[in-house]
């Protein structure tokens, strides 16, 4: 996947995550994803935490970022390059994701 199909797919999803605002440590609430996609751009299976953190709210981060990815489904990818995101690994974090 080329780096602006990645910032595509990115922008897509920042359009329909609600990180917890305000919480506590907020520089350690970054979640990594594990997403497959189907041909057609849905969300196969539950999106996959690959990550971990001592931050009380990460949990809350977590299961927002989760949320984003099956909410924001189907998306608008090159079906010609399926095999390049059939499996995508997104980072949540909140600076960069909300432009912060």
Do not use: H
């Not at 970054?30 to 299976?45: A, E, H, I, M, Y």
């Amino acid at each position: 996947m080329s780096q602006s199909e990645l910032d595509a797919l990115r922008s897509q999803i920042a359009r329909c995550w609600n990180p917890p605002i305000g919480a506590a440590g907020a520089d350690d609430l970054n979640v990594r994803l594990k997403v497959s996609l189907t041909p057609g751009g849905d969300v196969d299976l539950s999106p996959q935490v690959l990550n971990s953190s001592g931050n009380p709210s990460f949990n809350v981060a977590a299961e927002s970022a989760r949320r984003a990815v099956l909410r924001c489904a189907p998306y608008s990818l090159p079906t010609a390059k399926y095999e390049a995101w059939r499996e995508v690994i997104i980072n949540f974090d909140p600076r960069e994701l909300l432009g912060g």
